[in-house]
């Protein structure tokens, strides 16, 4: 972490330094708590600050702020293109400048290059996302001294791809200056500029080869179903040394698309930024998520000011505060409210887990490591299905805290038959499958056998103290690993009696930091599927369920499971964990 950034200010100053100034006073008050925003975002500005100073030290990248500054300028030198402003010359927001600042500010030392080739902005609706895309088109095509660019505005719709490239059009069409000195031609469907033979586009739907894109706009990313426009983009736009590929979105309703994917993957770099030793750094990819932390009420005034950096400006303070009102009378407005007003994936808003505390609880994978549990309890939690389906087995690893409450590790494994995994269809599948957190089984049907002999090895590897299983399609199955290792089986019946104490254990363990996992991505999908309503007069849960069928909670209940079993035997109802039991 840096104490006394280098600021801009003590660098050479250039005739647009202001945004450069501004840029860097948003980062201090984020991290001084002066201006309110989510953990990510106060880690967003830690990154700057950090790069200042490795760029200081001889870093190869290194801070331009003309270009910077010069490229704020430009934006506001564009009208708003509807609304009371009409007309009006855009007036950019100390976050927004400290967007536009980083994106193109960080050149390369030696190529002078744009440092970013990727920018992954997700802000909550009414904060302005389609024109900032639409000014980020307009410079990528006309003003980035690139003959014969070619920027798409790429979304899963013609709609939604016009929607970026309306704005753009609007600007040109309401600028007089752009068509006579910059010689820009507006058409239904394009920007050209006959002198340099740049133009901007629409694009939508899936793989499109034979383009050599400058420059991407990707709207809405979180409805793109798979990322197929998204790849084929990406690999044609390495023709260009300095090409932007520009992810701006809201949170959307389901986190096994590309979109919540690409959130993760920047989640990790900025975790980086907070401990350096998860060695999980991407300095091309820059990142900025707008959202609530964890320990924030999402029914207050502050959430909404965390997750909105334009709360008051493009977005009317008392309609925002008066919607998240009716979304605490009216349940059913809930989701729809938290997700777009407050960027929370509307599949986690629904989730029985609070999942950011869950998302809290991942530690990295080179950090938590199986090997590094072989001397401790385990308990193998094992959720069968039928031959088609999604089946997980669980290793469970307990161990006492200094105040005897029981910390609790968690290794997810999830099997697929071959044939439904690389379904098409299921684009997320393959990314999963690629990335080994998925195991497909050769065939039509799942392969038992591998499972089992899976499941023998970690018996013979680990301290095993039971396999726990629900016998509906795991009987056989247990049966032969308890003959081959003579493991301990048992049975934990799918009901409420067996499985809402681990619920609550769980969720418990969760919230008070007594439980980690590795991120497992199938993992975190199947828990954030669950859905539970609790027995008002108990306070008991009932069955944990989805609410449709191809939301699968397999792997999650696994984990139940072997919560179930683990609860009693190490803890019993005392909530603390019995030395001499542990022992054993």
Not at 215 to 226: I, K, L, Q, R, W
Request: proline share 5%; aromatic share 10%; charged share 25%.
């Amino acid at each position: 972490m840096t104490s006394s950034p280098p600021s801009p200010e003590s660098r050479p100053q250039s005739p647009f330094s202001s945004y450069s100034t501004r840029a860097h006073r948003y980062a201090l008050g984020v991290l001084d708590r002066s201006i309110p925003v989510g953990r990510w975002i106060r880690l967003a500005a830690q990154r700057y600050l950090n790069d200042l100073d490795r760029s200081a030290a001889g870093w190869k990248y290194t801070y331009d702020q003309t270009k910077a500054n010069a490229t704020c300028a430009l934006f506001e030198l564009f009208p708003h293109e509807k609304g009371e402003l009409m007309g009006q010359a855009v007036r950019l927001g100390d976050w927004q400048c400290f967007l536009f600042c980083n994106v193109f500010g960080w050149i390369n030392r030696e190529t002078g290059f744009r440092r970013f080739s990727e920018a992954f902005i997700l802000v909550p609706k009414g904060n302005g996302k389609s024109p900032m895309a639409a000014w980020v088109t307009l410079k990528l095509a006309f003003f980035d001294g690139v003959k014969g660019a070619e920027v798409y505005n790429a979304a899963t719709t013609l709609g939604q791809a016009l929607e970026v490239f309306r704005v753009a059009h609007a600007i040109v069409t309401m600028t007089p200056v752009l068509q006579t000195r910059f010689g820009i031609q507006a058409s239904v469907r394009s920007l050209y500029q006959p002198s340099t033979r740049s133009r901007v586009l629409p694009i939508m739907g899936k793989k499109k080869d034979g383009k050599a894109p400058s420059g991407v706009t990707n709207d809405e990313y979180h409805e793109a179903p798979d990322d197929l426009l998204y790849d084929s983009l990406k690999n044609a736009m390495d023709k260009r040394p300095e090409s932007l590929m520009f992810n701006i979105s809201t949170a959307g309703d389901t986190i096994e698309g590309p979109c919540y994917c690409m959130q993760e993957s920047v989640q990790d770099i900025l975790l980086n930024v907070e401990d350096p030793t998860t060695g999980f750094e991407k300095d091309r990819m820059f990142g900025m998520i707008y959202d609530v932390d964890a320990d924030v009420d999402w029914t207050t005034r502050l959430a909404c000011v965390m997750a909105n950096p334009n709360f008051g400006v493009s977005m009317d303070e008392e309609k925002t505060l008066e919607s998240q009102a009716e979304a605490v009378r009216n349940s059913a407005k809930q989701n729809d409210f938290r997700c777009k007003r407050q960027n929370f994936w509307a599949q986690q808003t629904a989730a029985w887990m609070n999942m950011q505390s869950w998302a809290l609880c991942k530690k990295d994978p080179e950090v938590l490591k199986e090997e590094d549990f072989l001397d401790l309890p385990c308990y193998l939690g094992s959720d069968l299905a039928s031959t088609l389906d999604l089946s997980a087995t669980i290793k469970l690893f307990v161990r006492p805290r200094a105040d005897g409450r029981p910390i609790y590790t968690a290794f997810a494994r999830a099997y697929l038959p071959e044939r439904r995994a690389l379904d098409p269809a299921r684009q997320y599948l393959q990314g999963w499958l690629h990335n080994g957190f998925l195991i497909a089984t050769e065939g039509g049907a799942i392969d038992y056998k591998r499972i089992e002999d899976d499941t023998v090895l970690d018996v013979e590897t680990f301290q095993v103290r039971m396999l726990c299983f629900d016998a509906r399609y795991a009987g056989q199955y247990a049966q032969q690993v308890s003959a081959r290792t003579g493991v301990i089986q048992t049975v934990i019946a799918p009901s409420a009696e067996q499985l809402s104490p681990a619920m609550k254990e769980l969720e418990a363990a969760v919230e008070e930091g007594r439980f980690e996992h590795d991120g497992h991505p199938v993992l975190t999908w199947c828990m954030a599927n669950i859905q539970a309503r609790s027995n008002q007069a108990t306070g008991n849960y009932h069955m944990p369920s989805k609410d449709r069928p191809e939301k699968k909670i397999d792997v999650a209940v696994a984990l139940l499971i072997a919560m179930a079993q683990a609860r009693f035997c190490l803890q019993g109802d005392s909530g603390f964990i019995d030395p001499e039991v542990f022992s054993v």
